[in-house]
């Protein structure tokens, strides 16, 4: 089936260590985002990438890397420098001019 | 992108159409609307988006004004799997990331 892949749903780390979230997807999409949503708020833009091997920062990099390598991947790392990495983390593809598809999410807790 | 404004929360009886406004008055002519919904705990969900004209797929329909300032997503008739968070949120068609604000919080009751 075509569809944005994220994986695991659920990630528990201790405080200090880098994680690495995943994002496939097999729509040929040339585009892909990576958003944070904390309790009770709406989606906000961590990184994008519009095309392969490039990528900008969203509204709140700092603390996140990210790759890509391949159109249908773009793995996200929580870095030990993001202050407050507990929180619901989304992938999402586009096609360009119709919006986005999303997966269903990565809810990191970090203790 | 143009500033979007939505009600906090909204209630609709079940079976009955559940309209759900925006206002996007400063948006330019080459921005869509796109209204997107999320179910707890789930990613959002594409429901319809428009340029000017009014807008009908299986899910919903979207009305926008002759100014474009302001539109509605009508669900018409609205069960209890429709409670979510619907976001209205208006862009370029070529731009690079849709910006979600707090949404709509619609609660379908029996």
């Known amino acids: 089936d075509g569809g944005i892949t994220q994986s695991p749903k659920y990630l528990f780390r201790k405080e200090g260590q880098n994680v690495t979230l995943s994002c496939e997807q097999n729509?040929?999409?040339?585009?892909m985002y990576w958003y944070r949503q904390d309790p009770g708020q709406g989606l906000r833009l961590i990184y994008y990438?519009?095309?392969?091997?490039?990528?900008q920062k969203g509204d709140i990099a700092e603390g996140y890397s990210v790759s890509r390598e391949k159109k249908e991947s773009f793995p996200l790392t929580v870095t030990s420098a993001q202050k407050n990495p507990t929180a619901f983390y989304l992938c999402?593809?586009?096609?360009?001019?119709?919006?986005?598809?999303f997966g269903q999410g990565t809810r990191l807790t970090v203790v | 992108d143009a500033k979007t404004t939505q009600p906090t929360s909204m209630d609709c009886a079940e079976g009955r159409a559940a309209n759900l406004p925006c206002n996007h008055s400063?948006?330019?002519?080459?921005?869509?609307v796109y209204w997107y919904r999320q179910i707890h705990s789930q990613g959002p969900q594409y429901i319809i988006h428009?340029?000017?004209n009014n807008e009908t797929n299986e899910m919903a329909s979207l009305i926008i004004t002759e100014d474009r300032k302001s539109s509605t997503l009508i669900l018409p008739h609205a069960t209890l799997r429709d409670t979510a968070v619907y976001y209205c949120?208006?862009?370029?068609?070529?731009?690079?990331?849709?910006?979600f604000g707090k949404g709509t919080s619609l609660l379908v009751t029996p």
């Open positions: 999402a593809s586009s096609p360009g001019g119709r919006g986005a598809f």
């Open positions: 729509l040929n999409h040339d585009a």
């Open positions: 990438s519009q095309i392969v091997n490039d990528f």
């Open positions: 400063t948006i330019s002519g080459n921005e869509y």
């Open positions: 428009g340029l000017k």
């Open positions: 949120i208006v862009r370029e068609r070529s731009g690079y990331a849709l910006n």
